[in-house]
C-alpha cells in the first residue's frame, strides 16, 4: 500500500511536468522560429518479489515477480519539424525552409567565431542597426560569410593549411589556419613591405600576430603574374609553399557580420543568402552571404532564452555552409512561426490531467484501506 502511494506521487509529479511543457507549448504558439518540446516517462525501478527460474527435467520455467515502484521523467525533447511559413513583407523578415539554423554572435573576433559569443536561431526578424548591420532584437549581429574586395589570395597546401589574405571593409586581414584546425586572425594587420626579388618579382611580407607570437606570411609575384604563398613554418614546415587557389567575392573561410551601407538605394536578400544592396552610383554590390549553422542532432540544443539556441556536445554540429547548395534556402519578407499544434496540445492537456487525477485516486485509494487497517482495532 505505501507502494502505490510513493508511486502514485511520481505518476503526479511527472503529469506535472508534463502539463508545465504543454503550457509552455501554449504560450509559444504565436513565436517565430519556436521549437515544441515533448515529454517522455520511463518506468521506475521494479523491486522483485520472487527470481526467474529456468526448466528442469521435471518443470517449466518461472518468470520473475516483479512489483514496479512508479515512474520517472524519461525524457524532455526539442522538436525541429517545419513551422509554418507567415508572409511579412518585410525584406529583413527571413525564413529558413530546410535544416539549419540563423547564426548570430557578439563579442566578435575577426574572421572567426571560435572565441566569440555565438548562439543559433530559426527565428528570422532582424533589423538594422545604426551602422547598418543586419541585427536581432537583441542586438546580436546575424554572421555570414564576408566579401573580399580589391585583390586577395586564398592559398592551401598539401597537407591542409591554407591561408586567405584580403580586404574586408576597407581593413586587410590574415586568416592562417593549420591543418589541426587551429587558426590565429588579425583584424588591423600592418600594410606589407613590398620588395623586388632578384628577378624582377614583388615580393609582399604580411605580419600578424595572436598576442604572443608573430607569425609572416610571404607573397611572390613573379614577371608573369604567376603568384606563390610561403606559409610560416609553424603552420606547413620549413619553407613550406602553397599553390594559390582564384579566391571569388565572397571568402567561404572568413565570417563577419553582414553589413548595408548607409548610402545604399536598395537591398535584396536572395534565397542562397546573397545580400545585394543597389549603391550610390546606381551599381548592385554584394554587401555579403548569410551562413547556415547544421547540426546532425538540432535537439540536442539548448534553449537560451529569447528565441536562441546554444550549441552543446551531443547537437553535433558540423560547421557553417552555404545557403541552398547544402543547407536551407532563405526565403525573404517571411518568417518561419511555431511548431506548436494547438489541438495536438489540448488533446496532450487533457491525457495529462486525466492522468494526474487517476494518481491521485491511487493515493487515495491506499489512504482509504490504510485507515481500514487502523480501523481493524477499536
Do not use: C, W
Not at 520472487?50 to 524532455?76: C, D, E, K, W
Request: negative net charge; charged residues 15%.
Amino acid at each position: 500500500m505505501l507502494r502505490s502511494m510513493y508511486a502514485g506521487i511520481s505518476g503526479m509529479k511527472n503529469f506535472q511536468t508534463k502539463l508545465d511543457v504543454i503550457g509552455n507549448n501554449i504560450a509559444n504558439v504565436n513565436t517565430s522560429g519556436f521549437k515544441k518540446g515533448r515529454v517522455t516517462f520511463q518506468d521506475m525501478m521494479s523491486q522483485m518479489t520472487s527470481g526467474a527460474q529456468g526448466p528442469t527435467a521435471t518443470r517449466g520455467g518461472v518468470n520473475p515477480a516483479q512489483v514496479g515502484l512508479g515512474s520517472q521523467l524519461g525524457s524532455i525533447d526539442n522538436i525541429h519539424t517545419q513551422g509554418f511559413r507567415q508572409t511579412t513583407n518585410n525584406p529583413l523578415d527571413f525564413a529558413l525552409e530546410g535544416d539549419g539554423m540563423f547564426v548570430v554572435a557578439s563579442d566578435l573576433v575577426p574572421g572567426s567565431l571560435e572565441n566569440s559569443n555565438v548562439s543559433y536561431t530559426r527565428s528570422g526578424n532582424f533589423y538594422l542597426d545604426e551602422q547598418g548591420n543586419i541585427v536581432n532584437p537583441q542586438g546580436l549581429y546575424l554572421m555570414g560569410f564576408a566579401k573580399v574586395e580589391g585583390t586577395g589570395i586564398l592559398a592551401e597546401d598539401s597537407t591542409g593549411n591554407y591561408v586567405t589574405i584580403g580586404t574586408v571593409n576597407g581593413v586587410t586581414s590574415i586568416n592562417l589556419v593549420n591543418s589541426n584546425g587551429q587558426g590565429i586572425s588579425d583584424e588591423n594587420v600592418a600594410a606589407p613591405t613590398v620588395e623586388t626579388g632578384p628577378n624582377g618579382e614583388r615580393i609582399e611580407r604580411y605580419s600578424m600576430t595572436n598576442g604572443y607570437e608573430t607569425y609572416e606570411v610571404v607573397v611572390t609575384t613573379d614577371v608573369n603574374d604567376n603568384v606563390s604563398v610561403q606559409l610560416p613554418t609553424e603552420f606547413g614546415g620549413e619553407n613550406a609553399t602553397a599553390e594559390p587557389i582564384e579566391i571569388s567575392d565572397i571568402n567561404y573561410n572568413l565570417t563577419s557580420p553582414i553589413n548595408i551601407p548607409a548610402n545604399a538605394q536598395s537591398f535584396s536578400v536572395q534565397t542562397n543568402g546573397i545580400v545585394n544592396y543597389v549603391d550610390e552610383n546606381g551599381n548592385t554590390q554584394i554587401a555579403g552571404q548569410i551562413a547556415i549553422a547544421n547540426f546532425s542532432n538540432p535537439a540536442g540544443l539548448q534553449k537560451s532564452g529569447s528565441n536562441l539556441f546554444l550549441n552543446s556536445t551531443n547537437a553535433g554540429y558540423t560547421g557553417l555552409v552555404i545557403p541552398e547548395s547544402e543547407g536551407a534556402s532563405i526565403v525573404s519578407g517571411a518568417l518561419e512561426m511555431s511548431n506548436v499544434d494547438l489541438a495536438e496540445e489540448f488533446t496532450e492537456m487533457i491525457t495529462a490531467q486525466r492522468g494526474f487525477q487517476a494518481n491521485t485516486r491511487i493515493i487515495t485509494t491506499s489512504d482509504e484501506i490504510l485507515q481500514e487497517l487502523v480501523n481493524l482495532k477499536r
